[in-house]
């Protein structure tokens, strides 16, 4: 498995309040992704990045931002967060090579 | 990239054989056929993947129709341990957006 870490893996927040999810990885894979499960819904992308300084949105990227300042940092934020916004989040990452992705075991959101 | 098609759930009786059909009628000739499975409450793990030849690894086998519009996962031999979502996707091998959709779910019954 690649050497993926998200953090924290559980957290619980009031709505309004911002949150930022952290994804670290040690594979040196130059994409990184975000992700929310939600059911009913399968695995959506919200944002992923092809390198440092290199976002863009997914199909779901609404009310999120990224930020990639080093290749094994992938941030997502959540400036104000809603309770739509309650799910899991996954961080993948992939190399160029083989175009296979790697997730990482899930942060679980509650926003009250 | 090509839009998949999958049953929503199956299940298969434990030691048997699951063939999990995937429908991706408009895949390009560049599309790769890619598999991933969710265990409960874990991140999705790859599977296998192929172009248009059939592929096997320990894992699994990947069966593609000669027209590739289809394709069928075969787990040979399910255990109770292979119960979970399985996702079909159709990617190009330049292209890195992933989208998953919402799988087959797989009950292997004992």
């Known amino acids: 498995d690649a050497g993926i870490t998200q953090s924290p893996r559980h957290k619980v927040t009031e709505t309004g309040t911002p949150v930022t999810l952290r994804c670290h990885q040690t594979?040196?894979?130059?994409?990184m992704y975000w992700y929310r499960q939600d059911p009913g819904h399968g695995l959506r992308l919200i944002h992923y990045?092809?390198?440092?300084?290199?976002?863009d949105k997914g199909e779901v990227s609404d009310g999120y931002s990224v930020s990639r300042s080093k290749t094994e940092d992938f941030l997502l934020t959540l400036e104000s967060a809603t309770s739509s916004q309650t799910s899991v989040y996954f961080c993948?990452?992939?190399?160029?090579?083989?175009?296979?992705?790697?997730f990482g075991e899930g942060s679980w959101l509650t926003v009250v | 990239d090509a839009k998949t098609t999958q049953p929503t759930s199956m299940d298969c009786a434990e030691g048997r054989a699951a063939n999990l059909p995937c429908n991706h009628s408009?895949?390009?000739?560049?599309?790769?056929v890619y598999w991933y499975r969710q265990i409960h409450s874990q991140g999705p793990q790859y599977i296998i993947h192929?172009?248009?030849n059939n592929e096997t690894n320990e894992m699994a086998s990947l069966i593609i129709t000669e027209d590739r519009k289809s394709s069928t996962l075969i787990l040979p031999h399910a255990t109770l341990r292979d119960t979970a979502v399985y996702y079909c996707?159709?990617?190009?091998?330049?292209?890195?957006?992933?989208?998953f959709g919402t799988g087959t779910s797989l009950t292997v019954i004992p």
């Open positions: 192929g172009l248009k």
């Open positions: 996707i159709a990617l190009t091998n330049t292209g890195n957006q992933f989208y």
């Open positions: 993948a990452t992939g190399s160029v090579s083989g175009n296979t992705i790697y």
């Open positions: 990045s092809y390198g440092v300084k290199d976002t």
């Open positions: 594979e040196n894979h130059r994409y």
């Open positions: 408009t895949i390009s000739g560049n599309e790769y």
